[in-house]
């Protein structure tokens, strides 16, 4: 019996010689991920996105069949309201796909082929920009594995790659893929006697004054996964100034490479202020819902009005879970970082992101917002763009006109985490 699964983007490998000629049926490799790699690097030559689709596992629980596609294929249901002006859509119903099998002589071999496909090719120069053609190599990641653990921050981390690589264009990754290779490196190393060191400091401290506030998480095992704490006078402070937070977890300690993740507000004098902070050991769904739901509670369940945070998924849906009434807004200074990664190499990247900062910070209504950035789509040919389209899917996350009925104390980034962080430097490792 034949178990058909689906499973994920294949894990980017690191590229061997290829052969430049095109795919025919019957073409054989010596492993699965050869194929996969032989694909991948004829897509990023012709100018299309590869992505593995499915895979089929025999009796003996071994992959025996696997298919490769286009990275538009399928369709994407349009969210636009407007028929007169639909949203940009990457997934057109492209048939384009190789798939393979294992044979007898333990060789993969071509079954399936079509090389046809339904939409405008990109050239290498742009096509390497596909998320299927990121790849970190050996270098690269030794050498941002010794400056992590030298305390380099991430963004200094990257950027060093990026300077010695001569530019953007020259490099085959991005910095989301250089900071999930510092996270699976990482691990929770607090030896127990800093656990207890620590959770007798905390205890000092509460005896002091019961108005100060801890929860440390332990796993399975007894061992400590995750810390948060709250002094009293970042108890007050919220009392006076939560309506709105910002919270942000890049910045990394350096000893136990674990994110220090502050909640920050603004004060009357538009100074930076601290609402609470922890010490986290994973960024995922579970331990942002058990640290908003620690912080929540130590604030007697008084929810924010609005918070600011960047794009993180797992962030995004502990908030809808926690703070189901508070509005979430994405960092602006984020998301513009991002642009020389995502869009760097078109032709006219210049021209492409002034427009999208005039579509963004010039768009008073939702109407403009809508006319512009249809504009700058077409005009620009960025509808097979993923990174906008997924943009545009959550504009009422982070584009100002659709945020404008919500209170947000002046701000619009995490930057003033950024500040708290900085004055942590030096005490935080």
Not at 59 to 72: A, E, F, L, P
Not at 143 to 157: E, M, P, T, W
Not at 257 to 281: E, R, T, Y
Not at 407 to 412: D, E
Request: aromatic share 12%.
């Amino acid at each position: 019996m034949v178990k058909s699964i689906e499973v994920e983007e294949f894990e980017e490998i690191e590229e061997d010689n290829l052969l430049d000629d095109e795919p025919m049926i019957g073409m054989s490799f010596d492993s699965e991920i050869e194929m996969y790699n032989y694909y991948r690097e004829y897509g990023k030559r012709k100018g299309f996105p590869v992505m593995r689709r499915s895979s089929s596992k025999g009796i003996d629980g071994m992959i025996r069949h696997v298919s490769y596609v286009c990275g538009r294929s399928g369709a994407t249901r349009s969210k636009s309201s407007n028929l007169l002006r639909p949203q940009p859509n990457a997934k057109i119903g492209c048939n384009a796909k190789l798939g393979g099998g294992l044979e007898e002589d333990e060789k993969w071999r071509i079954r399936v082929l079509n090389i046809e496909h339904n939409h405008t090719l990109l050239t290498p120069t742009k096509s390497k920009f596909f998320r299927c053609n990121h790849s970190l190599s050996s270098y690269a990641k030794k050498k941002l594995d010794v400056n992590d653990r030298a305390g380099i921050r991430l963004s200094q981390n990257y950027q060093s790659l990026v300077i010695e690589a001569g530019g953007h264009e020259n490099v085959t990754f991005t910095e989301r893929d250089c900071r999930n290779h510092i996270q699976k490196k990482r691990r929770l190393r607090l030896g127990d006697g800093d656990a207890a060191a620590l959770q007798n400091y905390f205890m000092r401290v509460q005896s002091e004054d019961n108005r100060f506030f801890f929860s440390m998480q332990v796993d399975d095992e007894g061992r400590l996964k995750n810390v948060f704490w709250v002094e009293p006078r970042n108890r007050e402070a919220y009392k006076e100034f939560g309506d709105v937070v910002t919270f942000d977890t890049t910045y990394l300690t350096n000893k136990y490479d674990m994110p220090f993740a502050p909640f920050v507000g603004v004060n009357h004098h538009g100074h930076s202020i601290l609402f609470g902070c922890g010490l986290i050991s994973h960024e995922d769904v579970e331990t942002f819902t058990w640290l908003f739901r620690t912080w929540l509670a130590c604030m007697s369940n008084s929810a924010p009005i609005g918070i600011i945070t960047d794009q993180d998924k797992a962030m995004k849906i502990a908030i809808a879970v926690v703070f189901p009434n508070t509005r979430h807004r994405w960092c602006l200074w984020h998301i513009f970082k991002k642009i020389s990664d995502k869009l760097g190499g078109y032709k006219q990247y210049r021209d492409i992101s002034d427009m999208l900062h005039c579509v963004v910070y010039d768009s008073q209504s939702p109407a403009k917002f809508e006319e512009i950035w249809h504009r700058m789509i077409v005009e620009y040919d960025l509808g097979g763009n993923d990174w906008l389209l997924d943009l545009y899917n959550e504009r009422y996350h982070w584009i100002p006109c659709y945020l404008k009925d919500s209170f947000w104390a002046g701000m619009s980034t995490t930057q003033q985490s950024e500040s708290i962080n900085a004055f942590f430097d030096g005490y935080v490792n």
